[in-house]
């Protein structure tokens, strides 16, 4: 067994939370190289990067793999917000069992079938944290009633804003994955009172940070971060810049012997080069020229053919998205349709049973896309 000492340095995760408008998106934006997957259409405003906002939980999915492909371009991908990706994936669960809701389950099945799918997709933006790509939640807080157990009565707190019901168990899921939890709220400085001693109204109203935890909301970090801060992005930055700059030198260390190949590389008459991925090629430069121009010649002829896909307005939204992400037609899915016996060809597929298009088309697109793949290499060439 292997014995790993001291600190190990890694990209972080990080969910931010607080009430609408307070300011995490803005915050969000200023860590390292953002990508946005902008669930609920909130970032209009800001001037960053974003995908198209997804419509399916599929299309979520998706995007975060395409994003995993991407390092070296984005340092952070941002899920704004995370409870607007829940609601995403109740959707899904719903309609893979063929529920019109999550309450049908009965017995709170339909919570665990949740947790269990959201859990994956935890799972899935760990992978895009161990690629080196820092993943940043936002979330809205929500005002709940809590009572603990070894004490007398209750109180008010904020919670993340996942799931209604106290048998959904997404909340604490969220929270045991990140490694900071941030409360993002307006600070109450004081309470003014009348001349009857009765409360008035608030005074104040700072835009904090909170860090750590407290009986009135949920928060955590394991950076020594003070309890309360400004909502500045200067007082976390050091968390974030650190690894941008050993990413940085890391990267450097890696191209310099790429760069020692390519003055190394004249011998065997001259005849050897090296890409940019340091691969020797010991080919004459006419055969490597050559072919290069073919490439780009064949690249480019498939690039005029792949124009973008014309869809039927009235196909239903999440599928849209998807078949318009992929180039995939609506022939295409029609003759995929009819090769399984649920639909005769030809048929409209906006007048397909909404339970079909997003239990079996859309939360199985995986497989439908296999399947038109697969149709298309069948094509023979003329």
């Not at 976390?236 to 990267?251: L, R, W």
């Not at 340091?278 to 780009?296: A, C, F, I, L």
């Not at 480019?300 to 939204?317: F, G, R, S």
Request: glycine share 8%; hydrophobic share 30%; aromatic share 8%.
């Amino acid at each position: 067994m292997e014995v790993i000492s001291g600190k190990i340095d890694k990209k972080k995760k990080v969910v931010l939370y607080g009430p609408e408008g307070i300011g995490k998106s803005s915050l969000a934006s200023q860590f390292p190289k953002p990508i946005f997957i902008d669930t609920e259409g909130s970032t209009t405003e800001l001037t960053v990067d974003r995908l198209p906002k997804p419509n399916s939980w599929t299309m979520l999915n998706q995007q975060v793999d395409w994003v995993k492909q991407q390092v070296g371009r984005f340092e952070t991908l941002i899920i704004d917000t995370v409870d607007w990706a829940e609601m995403l994936c109740i959707e899904s669960v719903c309609s893979t069992h063929n529920k019109k809701g999550i309450e049908d389950f009965g017995y709170g099945n339909g919570y665990v079938y949740v947790k269990e799918e959201f859990g994956r997709f935890l799972n899935k933006l760990s992978d895009v944290i161990d690629i080196g790509i820092n993943v940043v939640l936002t979330a809205h807080s929500q005002i709940v009633k809590f009572e603990q157990p070894d004490e007398m009565g209750s109180y008010d707190r904020y919670q993340l804003k996942l799931g209604k019901k106290t048998s959904s168990q997404t909340a604490p899921l969220v929270k045991e994955w990140a490694d900071m939890v941030l409360f993002i709220n307006y600070k109450t400085y004081s309470v003014a009172t009348d001349d009857k001693g009765k409360k008035h109204k608030a005074q104040g109203g700072v835009r904090t940070i909170f860090t750590t935890h407290h009986p009135a909301w949920d928060a955590k970090n394991r950076h020594g971060l003070p309890d309360e801060m400004s909502l500045d992005y200067a007082n976390i930055a050091h968390i974030f810049n650190s690894n941008t700059q050993q990413a940085q030198v890391q990267q450097q260390t890696q191209t310099a012997p790429t760069i020692q190949q390519q003055q190394d590389s004249q011998q065997n008459n001259g005849w050897t080069s090296v890409d940019n991925q340091g691969n020797v090629d010991n080919r004459p430069p006419s055969e490597v020229y050559g072919q290069n121009e073919q490439t780009q010649q064949f690249q480019q002829e498939i690039k005029e053919e792949q124009q973008p896909v014309k869809l039927d307005q009235a196909i239903p939204q999440s599928l849209r998205d998807l078949m318009a992400m992929h180039g995939v037609s609506e022939e295409e899915i029609q003759i995929v349709v009819s090769q399984k016996g649920y639909y005769p060809m030809g048929t409209p597929i906006a007048n397909y049973d909404p339970g079909f298009v997003n239990g079996v088309l859309v939360g199985a697109w995986e497989q439908v896309h296999g399947m038109v793949q697969n149709f298309r290499n069948s094509i023979p060439f003329s």
